[in-house]
């Protein structure tokens, strides 16, 4: 069954579509004695931040394991890599270098390359130096300039050989859930401070995107956890079109040169004035990028308050959309994840759809797209059929998108193997590689072989 489905969508896939899978820094390399620290190290010492008290180390043991992890990758048969540089092992924040911590990344890259895949190099996934966040982290007026001198860094270091760059991940998680609420690292809990947050991000792309034109680096771009905001109730449209205007259209309004929307800036004057916009800066965020990242797990949907109690997913939650106007209730369907989150992917061509429409003539890619499933370990396997119809349903829905005319031309896995899955710790598991607490075993699950399958039939 499964075989004729996988036969089916490979099928549809061209061979020019880079397939792909993705990590993130602070998430799989362990190793923090060889680096400075971040938010992330201090917020996971805190009791109660991290849901089963992980901390940095020693995470999938990456650093020590990588020419092993380099091997499953050319196993796999991937296009492409994605994984993120951890800002304080190559500069720990103050200003200086750190040679091997660069010499880790060399390898890295030297590996992939050797092994005929292509790095996909994300600058930021959410792992500040300490040191930066003493001074305000993304709330200090020039993060810009201390993010322009670490992208300097990495592009006199690595621009020769990454085949693509992405600024920033999800810009909107580090704003919201990082400064508006205590959800993660730095847990700020100030919701004026999300809005602040989120444009420096932003600043401190334009100002990345400008360094890494300067060193002729390979396809600069910028990854966003974008979704289709859904309501079937007209009474509850104004609650929607807060929560769209913040998950999605705040920053390709940004990208696209719309700078912020006034009725944004209406909605939000409870909580700030704005008064941080720089048109200079502005000018530099819009200048066009050469591919646009989604990230997509989810839709979100939104019912009246007074439709009984409805289910929310894990981090569906208004308080991480200040301004949201009273009335409405977050409301998930069936079937959903370990994550809570609902599984539908027609949300997924959508989502394609409406940013292709929102940022006009910008190649997407799919740069994150998986499941948490309660994953056992039977006998050496993991028999993962609902990550296997997960993938299966997702891929086709970028295929849909793409036969609808968008122009997406690549899809990672999220993700290559199991890890700290940020506040929620090891337990919720979204690797198409298992990874055995016990020994650090790589251990493929069902969706792994299949992934490969698919790889496989696309040479
Ligand atoms: C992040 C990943 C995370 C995944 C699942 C994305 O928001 O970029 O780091 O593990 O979602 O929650």
Redesign the pocket.
Known sequence: MTDSKIAALAARIPEDFDLGV?T?SW?IEGDSKGRGSSIWDDFAKVPGNIKDGSVADPACDHVNRVEGDLDILKDLGVDSYRFSVSWPRVMPGNNQPNPEGIGFYNRLIDGLLERGIKPVLTMY??DMPSELQAIGGWLNKDIHKHFQNYANLLAENFADRVGMWATL??PW?SAYLGYATKLHAPGLGNPAAGFEAGYRLMSAHGAAMSVLREHKANMPGI?L?LTEVITEDERVRAQADHVDSLQNRFWLDLLAGRGVSEALIERTSQFTDWSFIDQAQLKDIAQPIDWLGI?Y?TPIRIAPASEGDQKAAL?QDFSLYPGVPEGAQMASREPRTE?GWEIFPASLTETLKQTAERLPNIPLYLS?N?A?FDDQLVDGEIHDQDRVDFYLGHLNAVMDAKDQGVDVRGYFA??LMD?I??A?GLE?R?GIYYVDPKNQARIPKDSAKMFKEICKRNK
Do not use: R
């Open positions: 993705a993130a998430q996934h959410w991940n999800e998680v990854a956890n990230n797990y981090g994550m994150e998986g948490a999220w993700s890890n899955e940020w929620e919720k979204f």
